[in-house]
Each structure stands twice: as C-alpha cells, then as structure tokens.
C-alpha cells in the first residue's frame, strides 16, 4: 500500500478532517434553535471546512502521481477493508470545488428558504461530508458508502424543498441513480471476487481478461453515465434542476455531476484499458449527441432554470468527450472542465433564483428589459453567459479549448462535430442575454411585480464577486491548476496505453453487440 501513497504530514489530518467538520456540524445544528442562527452556524462550519482545505492546494507535491495527504487503518480487516483515504492532481481539484462551493449555497438560501431551515442546514452539511468522501476514497466500500450517502440528501433537498413538481423529480432522480449505483456495486463485488482486495491503486494494477473488462466497463459506466448525466440517459436533469431549490441545483451542477466524469477517470479508464480503447468510439460518439442534443434543447426553452439545466448536458458531454479521447490534453481539458462547469452553471442558477425571488416567474419574457433597473445583476449575468458559451478569457474557454485541440489532433471530424455544440452554446446564451438584458415584453413591467425589481444586495453581490474571480483567474492563468493534474493525466495516460494494443479473442463479436446496444438505445429515445 505505501508504494501507493503519501502520507500526511500536515498538523491535522486534512482529509478526515474535511468529512468529520461538516458531519459534526450537521449533528450540531440539531440543537440550534432560530434560523439567523442556524444560518450563521451552517456558513461558518462550511467556510472553516473550506479555509481548512486549502493546503491540499498550496502544499500539493506536482511531481508525482502518488495519492497525497493520505491517511490509512484497519476497519474490517477480515474482507480487506480499510480506511484509505488520498487525493492526488485529479480528485484534489473536485474537493476544492466542493468545500469552495458550498458555503455559496447557504448564501444564495438565506432568504430563499423560508421554512424547515434546521433540517435544510442539516442535509447540507451531511451532503457536503459524502461528496468529499467520494473524492477522496481510496477503498471501493468506502467510496461506494460515500457515493450512496449523498443519495437521500439530495432526494430531500428537491422532494422537501421543490417546486410544484417535486415528487416527480425527486423520485425520477431517486431511481435513476439508484439504478446506476446497483451497477456499480455489482462491478465492485466482482473486482473484490476476482482480486481479493478492495484497495483502488492495487486493482488499478491487475491484469483481467478482455471480456472481464468489458463487463466490468459497461457495469461502471452505466453508473457513471447517468450521474454526468450523458445522452440518453439525461432527462432526470432537467426536471431535478427546474424543481430544486436554488442550493439545490447548484449542487447538482456544481459538484454531483462530476462524480460521473471522475468515476470514469478513476475507474473506467484505469481498470479496463483494453475495454476502454474499445469502446472509446461509441463513448465518443455519446458524448457528441450530447454536446449537440443539449445545446439544441436548450435552445428552444423558454424557462431560464430549464435553459441552463439542458446546457449542463451539453457542457458535461465536453467533459466526457476530453476523457474519451484517452490523450493528456483531452483528459486535462476535461478535468479542467468539470470544474469551469462548477463554477460557471452554479453561477448561472444562483442568478436564477435571485431574479425568481423578485419576479416568482423563471420565464424569460417575465424577466426581459433588465439592464436599466438592475445593472449589477445583469453585470453578473452577461460575464457568466459570456464564460457558459466559452469566450476568450473566461474560464470555459480554457478547458474548451483543450478539449478541441485534443479532438482535432486525433479525429477531425469529431472536432467538426463539437464545434457545432460550441456554436449552439453561444445561440442560446446570447438569446438569454440579449432578451433578459434589453428586450422589451409583456413581461414583468404589466405584472405588476416591477416594484420587486431592486438590484442586488451586498450579500448577493459577494456571493457572485467570488465565483467571477475564478472566471477570470483560470480563464487568464490557469497554469496552476493544469500544473496540479498534469503527473497524474500523464500516468493515467500511461495506464491506458497498455491496453492499446490488446487484441483478444472475441474482441469483434463484443464490437458488434455493443454496436447493437448503442442502435437499440438510439431508436428508444426517437
């Protein structure tokens, strides 16, 4: 195991550390009694986690692909279960994001919120303690007990504290990803079967049949497919993203999305290389539809929140497609993606619920005309538009770029098509804009609700202040984070090349019944 890791020397063990806070925070808010209380102690138990990250950042080792800060002990030694915990330059990024993220949705809740605001606090913090976990977990149990863990809060935080249609998009994301998670626990039994060890590094360096892998490939990426969420296994997105809260889908967006573009980076493409090589054409091909099925969706939406939710399914399609494209650009573009996408699209949904708080509409034409009587919020709304459709000097374009650079570089064609998806992004962004900024309607100024429209307060204006110093921080220098991920890109790169060649024994027959699959999945979604 030590070849694997190293270990901790910080003062404190940052990585226990990071799920325990939000954890005893959570329990403690059960004792709390008045909701400025409970939002105050919610904030500063999430800001302290996040203060108490930032070393993984500042004291990261960029020579090596070893899991850093790593901490390890006997939990169930009789099946191999241990408590392993480690982060190295792709999994430290998604926990920065998240501890940094977080305490903006206790910010953009304060006065969204209006009741059961004690257990709100509660599944935030317990939510923020499992999607760590999963970042950071080094042993399968172990990360499938965090992975499952962040299941109920989130069903709570939309079927609570929804929308009209809440039940249904509540249950809908509830069996699709428990659908996925039962796959995924599947292809664990099996690796522990074949193995012996629960320990990620270790089975990272097996060798499995081919069609060993296969299986083992569809059973991951099922799971992980329909967490990015990926095409057609999508449409529990929209409907969660328009009926959660605005805490709510910023942290689908944000963070719970990612856990699908890092499963396959930590799982997929390490595990079963020979498999991936294989499927990478199909998986590109998804990702593709994606790119472009999102974008035109999200073109014809009226409502802002559903707009941006069918973006999300463009934007990770980006994601997906830099990780299949199995070189270090594609795979850095794509990491470096996934946490643009964060920072970006949870802007984006938070300046939604600012304007549904004045408005109580998401329609675009209740929200048009608003450059003249809320400059500084459509301030924030034209730089996040800007950066969502990838604009030189915002952050997206950065890991877009990448992405684009990577799909050229092997397959042209491929480029062509997601230059399309780029295209359709700046469409629909610059509708929104153009319609909620300048054009006039028979919207909100014959509601009656003009009155409601004041610009942003000072804790609104904070809120959106820290998101746009990353836009314009990655968008301008993203060295540093590309510095961070770039030994471990470079040994799972590494990792993947040794199933480039592999030319097993019915290697065409399960071409073909995948080529199969993927037709059946396209005529039921026509």
Known sequence: MEQYLIYNTLWYPILTVLVALPLFGAFITLG????????????????????????????????????????????????????VLGVDG??????LLTTLVMPLCILCSWTYIKERFKEFIFVLLFIEASMIGVFISLN?????????????????IIAVWGGPRKDYASIKFFLYTLIGSI????????????????????????????????????????????KVPMF???????????????????????ILLKM????????????????????????????????????????????????????????????????FLLNNVGIKGAILQMVN????????????????????????????????MMPIYVSF?????????????????????????????????VGGFAVVGAILAAAYMLRLVQKMVWADSDGHRHSGARSELFDLNFRETATLMFLTIFVFWIGFHPTPLLEVMDASTVHLVKQVESGMHASPAGHHAVLNGLGEMVKNLLAFNH
């Open 341 to 372: 996408h964060g920072i970006t699209t949870g802007a984006l949904f938070i300046l939604v619920g600012m304007i549904y708080e004045r408005t109580h509409s998401r329609e675009i034409t209740d929200n048009s005309a608003l450059g003249i």
């Open 32 to 83: 709390i009694r008045g909701d400025r209380n409970l939002k105050i102690w919610g904030l500063l138990v999430m800001v302290v986690t996040a203060v108490l990250s930032l070393p993984l950042f500042f004291s990261f080792d960029l020579t090596t692909a070893k899991y850093q800060f790593a901490e390890s002990g006997n939990w169930i030694p009789f099946v191999n279960i241990g408590y």
């Open 260 to 323: 699908g573009g890092y499963g396959f980076l930590r799982f997929c493409l390490p595990i079963a290389p020979a498999a991936t090589v294989t499927c990478m054409p199909y998986l590109i091909a998804v990702s593709i539809l994606s790119i472009i099925f999102g974008g035109y969706l999200a073109l014809g939406q009226s409502d802002v929140k559903r707009l941006i939710a069918y973006s999300s399914v463009g934007h990770m399609g980006f994601v997906t497609l830099g990780i």
């Open 381 to 413: 709304l034209v730089i996040f538009s800007l950066s969502s459709l990838a604009f030189p000097g915002t952050n997206s374009f950065v890991g877009e770029l990448l992405v684009l650079i990577a799909c050229f570089t092997k397959y042209k064609i």
């Open 183 to 226: 796959f995924l626990f599947v292809a664990i039994i099996a690796l522990y079967v074949t193995t012996g060890t629960f320990f990620i590094p270790e089975l990272m360096t097996h060798s499995y049949s081919f069609s060993y892998q296969i299986w083992i490939f569809l059973a991951f990426t099922l799971a992980f497919a329909i």
């Open 90 to 95: 792709i999994s430290v990024l998604l926990v």
């Open 232 to 254: 057609p296994v999508h449409t529990w997105l929209p409907a969660a993203h328009v009926e959660a809260p605005t805490a709510g889908s910023v942290i689908l967006a944000s």
């Open 140 to 156: 399968m149990v172990l990360f499938f007990i965090f992975w499952e863990a962040m299941l109920v809060p989130m069903y709570l």
